[in-house]
T-cell receptor
Framework: QKEVEQNSGPLSVPEGAIASLNCTYSDRVSQSFFWYRQYSGKSPELIMSIYSNGDKEDGRFTAQLNKASQYVSLLIRDSQPSDSATYLCAVNQDAGGTSYGKLTFGQGTILTVHP | KAGVTQTPRYLIKTRGQQVTLSCSPISGHRSVSWYQQTPGQGLQFLFEYFSETQRNKGNFPGRFSGRQFSNSRSEMNVSTLELGDSALYLC???????????FGDGTRLSIL
């Protein structure tokens, strides 16, 4: 089982729709969770961080975390063509200082928003 | 506030050579992590430095090494380059281990 798994893509949604990206992780002691967006040929850009169970909203983005189910998701409302990118789920498993500075990434989900 | 700066942006080397990559973190960030990104393996953690100390290391051979200076700038060195080392090398900085990491633009290394 992979440490961090994302829903298989690619994902294609029409402009204005809600895009739903999902991620599961295997280590129960994981402490912090991040979503990054990576455009082709560019480096990952942080778009959301979440640390506690529940929802966190930032503009058109909502991150959801359920530690009991070891599940984190990202919803993008009113999707725009400029949202077309690879979305990476990243998990920090640092608990008690045993995994400093290590983010474990999923394989990424390619999202295409078509006009 | 300036972001994470990586130099050089592109490098072409041949097998057997060595290379040094540089990373300047965001001002005030003391944690610097390095990652390798390839199409097949995705993003993989190399190591993390904090206050000039390597606190964590990923599953890479000893040819991959790094260091951090007192101003938090970090360097990564790869010796005896192999074709499989061709990748995008990313540096990320953060305030501390659990805080969000912010990535530089990366160094694209090609081995001929």
């Amino acid at each position: 089982q992979k440490e961090v798994e994302q829903n298989s893509g690619p994902l294609s949604v029409p402009e204005g729709a809600i895009a739903s990206l999902n991620c599961t992780y295997s280590d129960r002691v994981s402490q912090s969770f991040f979503w990054y967006r990576q455009y082709s040929g560019k480096s990952p850009e942080l778009i959301m961080s979440i640390y506690s169970n529940g929802d966190k909203e930032d503009g058109r983005f909502t991150a959801q975390l359920n530690k009991a189910s070891q599940y984190v998701s990202l919803l993008i409302r009113d999707s725009q063509p400029s949202d077309s990118a690879t979305y990476l789920c990243a998990v920090n498993q640092d608990a008690g200082g045993t995994s400093y500075g290590k983010l474990t990434f999923g394989q990424g989900t390619i999202l295409t928003v078509h006009p | 506030k300036a972001g994470v700066t990586q130099t050089p942006r592109y490098l072409i080397k041949t097998r057997g050579q060595q290379v040094t990559l540089s990373c300047s973190p965001i001002s005030g960030h003391r944690s610097v992590s390095w990652y390798q990104q390839t199409p097949g393996q995705g993003l993989q953690f190399l190591f993390e430095y904090f206050s000039e100390t390597q606190r964590n290391k990923g599953n890479f051979p000893g040819r991959f090494s790094g260091r951090q200076f007192s101003n938090s700038r970090s360097e990564m060195n790869v010796s005896t380059l192999e074709l499989g080392d061709s990748a995008l090398y990313l540096c990320a900085s953060s305030l501390d281990s659990l805080k969000p990491q912010h990535f530089g633009d990366g160094t694209r290394l090609s081995i001929l």
